[in-house]
């Protein structure tokens, strides 16, 4: 081995200087080592400029992202059952208690329709005239939005190019503004409603929803309507005729516009013929349709307790196509009765308003006014009026609730200082008395100075338990006479939560289902102490029995409080007897005072008259004379003398003598003397001449 030559040697040529064999296919260069081979750089391409297809492909894209992001959010928050809804709210009936009924209200809706129970003719008519290819399109009709356009445009006719799937989604989603917003929203919607629902689905919502006239929502609400039958029976020129009403129902109902009403079916024939549902001859042949309106009875929309119990009603039933019945807790015969003694008070120029409940806060009774044609605004439920001394209650409540008792002491006499200075009525004042006393005298001093010793806030609490809404402002002295305001219902209610000693009272319209034990348990109503509500009790009944209350006083128990606001402009009486919680008010609209109105006065004697006819035995009954039995009479009977002596006097500057035999009245009537005798032979009228005069002397 040689170790100085050869290729590893460390002796002669060195590595560097020895010749690289040529590489051979496979075999790589070394660049580094031949730099004859190096490869020279590429230059980077050149990109091209960015064109407009180019900004229009990825706007195109970012529009498809941003309408999947849409979808997806129209998926989310508009619920797929809206559509099922009615577009107005199903008409509703309103009983009385004892099934009488007293208002109705709402559209005319039926049940829904289903599309492949309807006859061919039916669902071909609708969609000649207003879809023809609803079966072929995704919800946007391209060919008709083009076809509106160009009618717009050239000005031969107005037409809209909307698809049944987008007036689905108009009518269910929508409001009937028109804007470009509206109409992108209503595509949008559409395209979801296309994706979620089949054709018939679509089709039979938009049938069960579209407005047909007369108040009338859907297509078996209109069938029953104009031709009295169900939509599943209508003849093809009965379906004609109603496919012709969803452009312009309100123009074209036939029950006020048949001219109308036919040229559009008319308008329909032609297009079921030009869209080869017909023929000519099959459409010529076809003959007028016959209405046969069924009229229900109509009862009064407008009636107070009506208006204030329809939208309970609303909230109480879940959104129906079918007509709904309710039951109310309106006692009929209670309710003549109110407006029979309301109407008969004598009110002159004011207004009045009467609720009357039971303990649980069922109405029974509503009047808001003297006249609901007049005047449907309700003071019982809408009017917040200063409820005067019917507040005082909440002022007593309180010091009963704080350890006070009905005998103790309370000053009544002028307050003199601080910067408010009420006064008594009549300036009438009885120095030290008690409590029980100044309740029942209705003491304005006594009670505030009870509100400053109690306390505003707890007053305010036993008022806002009670059921009140206020606001009350607290540390005002003016608020123990009923500065506040509230309306008759809210006082009523309160008044029947002391009745029941359970509060707080919810008025409400409709029967409730009485609570479990285990919801009494944890949500039952609050209660006040034996002691407290005896107590309390006891006062409201001596108000009624010996105070400002004694128009209202009854045979059997009863408890109650008047009310004046300052210079007459309230005056209000709320009590209860027997189940009964009765509340009367009396004012103007404008809040000026009245003139010898107090409530003590005519509202407590209003109370009476209804509690007398509301609880049998509440009120005496005139005693009639007693009836002698018949006896044979004489035919022509000799009328004895009705007194003996005589009797004379003057009356109106008249002589008046009357004797067994007759009447004689003397007198000047013109200056001149005449005597009338009334006698058994009847009336005789003399003019007497003067004495002569003496002669001259």
Same mark, same amino acid.
Do not use: C
């Given at each position: 081995?040689?170790?100085?030559?050869?290729?590893?040697?460390?002796?002669?040529?060195?590595?560097?200087?020895?010749?690289?064999?040529?590489?051979?296919?496979?075999?790589?260069?070394?660049?580094?080592?031949?730099?004859?081979?190096?490869?020279?750089?590429?230059?980077?391409?050149?990109?091209?400029?960015?064109?407009?297809?180019?900004?229009?492909?990825?706007?195109?894209?970012?529009?498809?992202?941003?309408?999947?992001?849409?979808?997806?959010?129209?998926?989310?928050?508009?619920?797929?059952?809206?559509?099922?809804?009615?577009?107005?709210?199903?008409?509703?009936?309103?009983?009385?208690?004892?099934?009488?009924?007293?208002?109705?209200?709402?559209?005319?809706?039926?049940?829904?329709?289903?599309?492949?129970?309807?006859?061919?003719?039916?669902?071909?008519?609708?969609?000649?005239?207003?879809?023809?290819?609803?079966?072929?399109?995704?919800?946007?009709?391209?060919?008709?939005?083009?076809?509106?356009?160009?009618?717009?445009?050239?000005?031969?006719?107005?037409?809209?190019?909307?698809?049944?799937?987008?007036?689905?989604?108009?009518?269910?989603?929508?409001?009937?503004?028109?804007?470009?917003?509206?109409?992108?929203?209503?595509?949008?919607?559409?395209?979801?409603?296309?994706?979620?629902?089949?054709?018939?689905?679509?089709?039979?919502?938009?049938?069960?929803?579209?407005?047909?006239?007369?108040?009338?929502?859907?297509?078996?609400?209109?069938?029953?309507?104009?031709?009295?039958?169900?939509?599943?029976?209508?003849?093809?020129?009965?379906?004609?005729?109603?496919?012709?009403?969803?452009?312009?129902?309100?123009?074209?109902?036939?029950?006020?516009?048949?001219?109308?009403?036919?040229?559009?079916?008319?308008?329909?024939?032609?297009?079921?013929?030009?869209?080869?549902?017909?023929?000519?001859?099959?459409?010529?042949?076809?003959?007028?349709?016959?209405?046969?309106?069924?009229?229900?009875?109509?009862?009064?929309?407008?009636?107070?307790?009506?208006?204030?119990?329809?939208?309970?009603?609303?909230?109480?039933?879940?959104?129906?196509?079918?007509?709904?019945?309710?039951?109310?807790?309106?006692?009929?015969?209670?309710?003549?009765?109110?407006?029979?003694?309301?109407?008969?008070?004598?009110?002159?120029?004011?207004?009045?308003?009467?609720?009357?409940?039971?303990?649980?806060?069922?109405?029974?009774?509503?009047?808001?006014?003297?006249?609901?044609?007049?005047?449907?605004?309700?003071?019982?439920?809408?009017?917040?009026?200063?409820?005067?001394?019917?507040?005082?209650?909440?002022?007593?409540?309180?010091?009963?609730?704080?350890?006070?008792?009905?005998?103790?002491?309370?000053?009544?006499?002028?307050?003199?200082?601080?910067?408010?200075?009420?006064?008594?009525?009549?300036?009438?004042?009885?120095?030290?008395?008690?409590?029980?006393?100044?309740?029942?005298?209705?003491?304005?001093?006594?009670?505030?100075?009870?509100?400053?010793?109690?306390?505003?806030?707890?007053?305010?609490?036993?008022?806002?338990?009670?059921?009140?809404?206020?606001?009350?402002?607290?540390?005002?002295?003016?608020?123990?006479?009923?500065?506040?305001?509230?309306?008759?219902?809210?006082?009523?209610?309160?008044?029947?939560?002391?009745?029941?000693?359970?509060?707080?009272?919810?008025?409400?319209?409709?029967?409730?289902?009485?609570?479990?034990?285990?919801?009494?348990?944890?949500?039952?109503?609050?209660?006040?102490?034996?002691?407290?509500?005896?107590?309390?009790?006891?006062?409201?009944?001596?108000?009624?029995?010996?105070?400002?209350?004694?128009?209202?006083?009854?045979?059997?128990?009863?408890?109650?409080?008047?009310?004046?606001?300052?210079?007459?402009?309230?005056?209000?009486?709320?009590?209860?007897?027997?189940?009964? *919680?009765?509340?009367?008010?009396?004012?103007?609209?404008?809040?000026?005072?009245?003139?010898?109105?107090?409530?003590?006065?005519?509202?407590?004697?209003?109370?009476?008259?209804?509690?007398?006819?509301?609880?049998?035995?509440?009120?005496?009954?005139?005693?009639?004379?007693?009836?002698?039995?018949?006896?044979?009479?004489?035919?022509?009977?000799?009328?004895?003398?009705?007194?003996?002596?005589?009797?004379?006097?003057?009356?109106?500057?008249?002589?008046?003598?009357?004797?067994?035999?007759?009447?004689?009245?003397?007198?000047?009537?013109?200056?001149?003397? *005449?005597?009338?005798?009334?006698?058994?032979?009847?009336?005789?009228?003399?003019?007497?001449?003067?004495?002569?005069?003496?002669?001259?002397?």
């Amino acid at each position: 081995m040689r170790f100085g030559s050869g290729r590893f040697g460390f002796g002669g040529a060195s590595a560097a200087d020895a010749p690289w064999p040529t590489p051979g296919l496979g075999e790589a260069r070394n660049p580094w080592l031949d730099p004859a081979e190096i490869d020279p750089p590429v230059p980077e391409p050149i990109k091209p400029p960015r064109t407009r297809w180019w900004w229009a492909k990825r706007a195109l894209a970012a529009l498809f992202v941003l309408f999947l992001i849409l979808l997806a959010w129209l998926a989310i928050t508009a619920p797929l059952s809206k559509s099922l809804e009615p577009i107005a709210p199903p008409e509703i009936t309103l009983l009385a208690a004892d099934g009488t009924p007293i208002a109705r209200s709402g559209a005319v809706v039926e049940e829904p329709v289903a599309v492949n129970r309807l006859p061919p003719h039916v669902v071909e008519a609708f969609l000649a005239i207003e879809d023809r290819r609803f079966y072929s399109h995704w919800g946007i009709d391209p060919r008709g939005l083009a076809r509106a356009l160009w009618s717009n445009i050239t000005g031969s006719s107005v037409q809209g190019g909307s698809t049944i799937t987008q007036q689905l989604a108009k009518i269910s989603f929508l409001t009937p503004e028109r804007s470009l917003t509206r109409k992108l929203r209503e595509m949008l919607i559409a395209f979801w409603l296309e994706a979620w629902l089949s054709k018939d689905e679509i089709l039979g919502r938009y049938l069960s929803n579209a407005y047909f006239g007369d108040n009338v929502y859907g297509l078996r609400a209109a069938s029953l309507h104009y031709f009295y039958r169900q939509p599943e029976k209508l003849k093809p020129e009965q379906a004609i005729l109603l496919a012709g009403l969803v452009q312009a129902p309100s123009r074209f109902a036939p029950t006020r516009n048949w001219q109308g009403a036919s040229r559009r079916a008319a308008m329909v024939r032609a297009a079921m013929v030009d869209a080869g549902y017909l023929t000519q001859r099959e459409a010529d042949a076809l003959p007028q349709p016959r209405l046969d309106v069924h009229e229900r009875p109509k009862l009064a929309n407008g009636t107070y307790f009506a208006d204030w119990a329809m939208p309970q009603a609303r909230a109480l039933t879940e959104m129906s196509h079918s007509r709904l019945t309710l039951t109310t807790t309106l006692d009929a015969r209670l309710q003549r009765a109110a407006e029979r003694i309301v109407a008969r008070s004598g009110l002159g120029k004011a207004q009045v308003a009467l609720v009357a409940m039971r303990t649980n806060g069922e109405v029974v009774a509503m009047v808001g006014g003297k006249s609901h044609a007049q005047s449907p605004f309700n003071r019982a439920t809408q009017a917040k009026r200063q409820p005067g001394s019917t507040f005082k209650l909440f002022v007593y409540l309180a010091a009963l609730e704080a350890g006070m008792e009905p005998d103790s002491v309370i000053e009544d006499s002028p307050i003199t200082t601080g910067s408010y200075r009420p006064r008594n009525a009549g300036d009438r004042y009885r120095g030290v008395i008690s409590l029980e006393e100044a309740f029942v005298h209705s003491s304005n001093v006594a009670a505030v100075r009870l509100f400053q010793k109690v306390g505003s806030e707890k007053v305010i609490k036993q008022a806002t338990q009670l059921g009140l809404k206020g606001p009350f402002a607290e540390g005002d002295p003016s608020l123990a006479l009923g500065s506040g305001s509230a309306t008759l219902l809210e006082m009523t209610a309160a008044y029947a939560g002391v009745a029941g000693n359970q509060w707080p009272v919810q008025p409400h319209a409709f029967k409730r289902e009485e609570q479990g034990w285990f919801e009494w348990l944890v949500d039952g109503p609050d209660r006040y102490s034996s002691r407290v509500h005896e107590q309390m009790q006891d006062m409201l009944r001596a108000a009624v029995n010996r105070g400002t209350g004694r128009a209202a006083s009854l045979n059997i128990p009863n408890f109650g409080k008047t009310g004046t606001s300052q210079d007459n402009r309230d005056a209000l009486f709320i009590g209860y007897a027997g189940d009964l *919680v009765v509340g009367v008010w009396i004012g103007n609209d404008d809040n000026s005072p009245m003139q010898g109105i107090r409530g003590g006065g005519l509202p407590a004697r209003i109370w009476r008259q209804f509690m007398g006819e509301a609880l049998p035995g509440a009120v005496p009954q005139r005693r009639a004379a007693p009836v002698a039995p018949p006896e044979e009479v004489d035919p022509d009977p000799v009328i004895g003398p009705l007194l003996e002596g005589e009797i004379e006097g003057q009356v109106g500057g008249a002589n008046v003598r009357v004797t067994p035999e007759g009447l004689t009245i003397s007198g000047d009537v013109g200056g001149a003397p *005449v005597e009338m005798t009334v006698d058994g032979n009847g009336a005789n009228v003399q003019r007497q001449r003067p004495p002569p005069s003496d002669p001259p002397q």
